[in-house]
């Protein structure tokens, strides 16, 4: 099962809005509806974001949104702000074996 | 308040084992799946292991036939073994749980993880 595919970095001035993409296949981001987003600050664990492709969990700013469009996710984040600035991991479901697969990163840049 | 404590971790040879664990507080314990993922350092995440509260194990290729899941609800512990490893194991392994309703890529609760590294 191959990694999902994120753009290796992305940038953004304050205010501003970005979208990181995480594209796979029919086999799994097109197949089901079980994308989710994490945010990972540089030696901190992943923080759960996104989840069910578009689902905020409780306590998440709703700056942050997520969608999809047939193998492709992706996570937007409006109104850019410094604390946004970590790594990005989108993962999904593929109903094989390995049960779960993860883009390899998006690194943003709040300029 | 949820805490995970990972530990365990440490130097190992190649063709080596290692036991870790993770203590869970702050839920009830016995009712949520939990996930095992791991970070090679620099790079990203990889999943690695999941069971249910039913004990039904799921693992990645890459470590299938060599890593074994396991849970003691009555310790509130989950606990990974890992046999035959390698130095592509070398990484950092966060345990997870899985938000309640949701599927094995939903992890709403992480460790701060425990780091395995593998060399002579």
């Known amino acids: 099962q191959s990694a999902l595919t994120q753009p290796a970095s992305v940038s953004g001035s304050p205010g501003q809005s970005i979208t990181i993409s995480c594209t796979g296949t029919s086999s799994d981001v097109g197949g089901y509806n079980y994308v989710s987003w994490y945010q990972q600050h540089p030696g901190k664990a992943p923080k759960l974001m996104i989840y069910?492709?578009?689902n905020r969990p409780s306590g998440v700013s709703n700056r942050f949104s997520g969608s999809k469009s047939g193998n492709t996710a992706s996570l937007t984040i409006s109104g850019l702000q410094a604390e946004d600035e970590a790594d990005y991991y989108c993962?999904?479901?593929?109903?094989?074996?390995?049960?779960?697969?993860f883009g390899g990163g998006t690194k943003l840049t709040v300029l | 308040e949820v805490q995970l404590v990972e530990s365990g971790g440490g130097l190992v040879q190649p063709g080596g084992s290692l036991r870790l664990s993770c203590a869970a507080s702050?839920?009830?314990?016995?009712?949520?799946?939990m996930n095992w993922v791991r970070q090679a350092p620099g790079k990203g995440l990889e999943w690695v292991s999941y069971?249910?509260?039913?004990?039904?194990?799921y693992y990645a290729d890459s470590v299938k036939g060599r890593f074994t899941i396991s849970r003691d609800n009555a310790k509130n512990s989950l606990y990974l073994q890992m046999n035959s490893l390698r130095g592509e194991d070398t990484a950092m392994y966060y345990c997870a749980r899985v938000f309640q309703g949701g599927t094995v890529t939903t992890s709403d609760y992480w460790g701060q993880g425990t780091l395995v590294t593998v060399s002579s």
């Open positions: 993962n999904s479901y593929t109903g094989t074996s390995t049960l779960v697969v």
């Open positions: 702050g839920f009830t314990f016995s009712s949520y799946e």
């Open positions: 069971i249910t509260s039913g004990s039904s194990k």
């Open positions: 069910d492709v578009s």
